[in-house]
Nanobody, 116 residues
Framework: QVQLVESGGGLVQPGGSLILSCAASGFSFSRYIMSWHRQAPGRERQLVAY???????NYADSVKGRSTISRDNGKNTVYLQMNSVKPEDTAVYYC??????????WGQGTQVTVSS
């Protein structure tokens, strides 16, 4: 049974930092491309960052330079650290696993609210 469980969301003050975690199980984690996506109210879900099985990373322009995606294959976990958060970072953040072919799995999401 495939599971992706996100954690680490909550209320963060503008300018602060957060670390999101996504614990995976039920598939060969190390072989999958892992990514973080977010969806704000009334908007489409968008890619935030991804990391390949080889460790290559890519980021959306909106978070580039203040975010880091990383993975720990020994713990089957992917992380997203965001610094200097802004109110426009408020969204539900989702973890996704993709094998590069036909298999893709999503987590249930974790709410991040940036507000003072």
């Amino acid at each position: 049974q495939v599971q992706l469980v996100e954690s680490g969301g909550g209320l963060v003050q503008p300018g602060g930092s957060l670390i999101l975690s996504c614990a995976a199980s039920g598939f060969s984690f190390s072989r999958y491309i892992m990514s973080w996506h977010r969806q704000a109210p009334g908007r489409e879900r968008q890619l935030v960052a991804y990391i390949t099985s080889a460790g290559a990373t890519n980021y959306a322009d909106s978070v580039k330079g203040r975010s880091t995606i990383s993975r720990d294959n020994g713990k089957n976990t992917v992380y997203l650290q965001m610094n200097s958060v802004k109110p426009e970072d408020t969204a539900v953040y989702y973890c996704k696993a993709f094998d590069g072919r036909a298999n893709a799995y999503w987590g249930q999401g974790t709410q991040v609210t940036v507000s003072s």
